[in-house]
């Protein structure tokens, strides 16, 4: 291709924005959205109470290990720089809850669907809120995997410095004093290629994915390679928003009016569907992010900080909630198989079928197999049809029902006729081993 080639395909495909509507169900986005955001906002809602027994035993001498005792090793001032790193955390995620919350469609008829749709400012708010957190995270983990004196001051005086540079007299006297500014005045004396690396700083691992990498190291997390190359994905696709990059302000500044779709609870438009799907895939991202790279480093950093027998309180309560919360995230776009009478499918009746997550589908004639996923979690169902009335079938997991079948529900049944259904299925089990 030539330069004119080039330039001419932006002129044409990259100038004039065509409407398009996303792949994945709206409904079931903003379910999922609903339910991931949740789980986050708990996690956070669950840090908020650790932060604070985390302040409080920081305070007490007899709780923190040998060296963080003693007020003439650097490691003594760290028992009040954690739980401050860990308070900035939760001011970020917490905005990035409020930022990812499911879209509010009560009451939307088709005279105001326009307060559905999205554009420029939702998804720099959106995007750049992700920046915010990814950014953020990723630099406060590796200052507690570190609990490094010359690394933290490396990343507190560089904010300081910009910070100092335009903030007005009022906001400095609220966080100046002499001490403060004594070690940004040493900081001045250095120029910029000794920031890295001085009397008074260090820093190894200036990059976002220099970073990244350590992070994933130091936790032992080398078969989560693909979720590595997530992290840095989203971290240069919100560039490419929080920077004002050209194609992002292409793509989300469009002023052509929307077709509008509708479903069983409102009308919306493309670029509402088109949003969520972004932002379900960002706090997917997030979520994950926090549950196996934020929360063990808290814990990294606990086990150098604390006596063995404290570090173990902080060890079990993260470690349910970071269980938990991958657990949950887990639940989402499952798939499921079910088995079923043959005949059912293209019969006359409403099949019901009733997802792990605990919602009943209603499968309406004629049985539209790009039709059966649940709506409340987006998991997809695998139908295996079973000729006759087979009863019940003996799975790896217990005795599963084939749907359409005369028998009643395994919940239906006398507690006698559970067991006994138990029974043969523990003995086919034993058979099988
Ligand atoms: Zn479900």
Redesign the pocket.
Known sequence: MTETDILKSISENLSQRKSTAALNNYEVLCNNIKYVNNLLNWGVNSLRVLQSQLETTFKDDCLVSADFKDNTKPLFYFRNIVPRIVLNDISILEKFVSYTEPDNRHGITIDDVGKLQKSFIDYNNLVTSARQFIDSLVADAYQLTLLEPKSTNYQVLVSLNSFNKYATKSIRQGLFNTEIENSLIEFETLNFNQWANSHITKCAHKSFGEKVDFLFTNLNLSAEADFKEEIKNLFKFSSEFTHIGYVSTFFTSSNASEVIFTDDISPYLPSTENFSELKYKILETATKFYSIIYLPTLLYSFRKSFELNIYQIFEASLTNLQEKIIADLK?RN?QYYFFIRQGLIASDNVVDLT?????T?HWQPPHDLAKIY??????KFNLLEIEGDPGYIMTSSGPVKVIGSSVPDFNDLSPNKKMELMKTWEELMKKNK
């Open positions: 639940t499952n997802c792990m997550c605990g919602t589908n649940c709506k409340n979690c987006g998991s």
